[in-house]
């Protein structure tokens, strides 16, 4: 059995462990700041040495909620609220470059968030699709390119849906990154109608999968091989 925060005194959050290539382990723990995490990177080679801190710096009283590995396994994505009282982030972090950090999300307007882990990535993890708020009161879907390591601005892919209906949870790009299905919700707050957008050639507006008034209950993105 080996220790992997030997290398300092902490507590380690056991439900956001994952386990990387080169017997490196991601984990969120309070090495810095007593019950406040931050994102850390140990080496299960080398137990005995400090982990090394990915996440960037926090306020008085930020703290990392929730990391995760889609698609590209050179890079980490992560939640955050920088400081007390601030709105949950989206950041990207680079593995083999600690310090490379950069935030994915746009500006957030007052009494706006965005949607924790609610994000899909490209299979090289340069185009990212991610629900949020722009505008307080609604949830939109947004899509991010990266070059090298730095995003682009983000681009509101359904900003002509109806202004009473929302996206519900995350969209799903297709393995090329050519189009992002996603699911809505009614003003009632119950399922509403699955779309498509065309990100390839260039990006389209939503077009409207399912029937008139026919509310699917779950669904799977399925693509032949």
């Not at 956001?16 to 850390?40: C, N, Y």
């Amino acid at each position: 059995m080996v220790q992997i925060d030997a290398g300092g005194p902490s507590h380690v959050n056991e439900k956001d462990l994952q386990w990387i290539s080169g017997k490196r382990v991601l984990f969120l723990g309070d090495q810095d700041t007593p019950m406040l995490d931050a994102l850390f990177l140990a080496d299960t080679a080398a137990p005995i040495d400090p982990p090394i801190k990915l996440s960037g710096p926090l306020e008085v009283d930020g703290e990392v909620n929730g990391a995760f590995m889609r698609g590209d396994p050179g890079h980490v994505v992560y939640f955050a609220h920088l400081g007390d009282k601030t709105p949950t982030e989206m950041f990207r972090a680079s593995i083999d470059m600690p310090g490379e950090v950069h935030k994915i999300n746009g500006p957030l307007a007052a009494d706006t968030y965005l949607n924790s882990g609610a994000f899909s990535s490209s299979a090289d993890g340069l185009r990212m699709v991610y629900t949020g708020q722009e505008i307080a009161g609604r949830v939109d879907l947004f899509l991010v390119d990266i070059a090298g390591e730095t995003p682009g601005a983000p681009i509101n892919l359904t900003s002509g849906l109806p202004a009473d209906t929302d996206v519900a949870l995350l969209g799903h790009l297709t393995p090329d990154a050519a189009q992002v299905v996603f699911a809505t919700r009614r003003p009632d707050q119950q399922r509403g109608a699955l779309y498509m957008v065309p990100l390839s050639p260039e990006i389209g507006a939503p077009v409207q999968l399912t029937d008139e008034g026919e509310t699917p209950l779950n669904y799977s993105v399925l693509f032949p091989k």
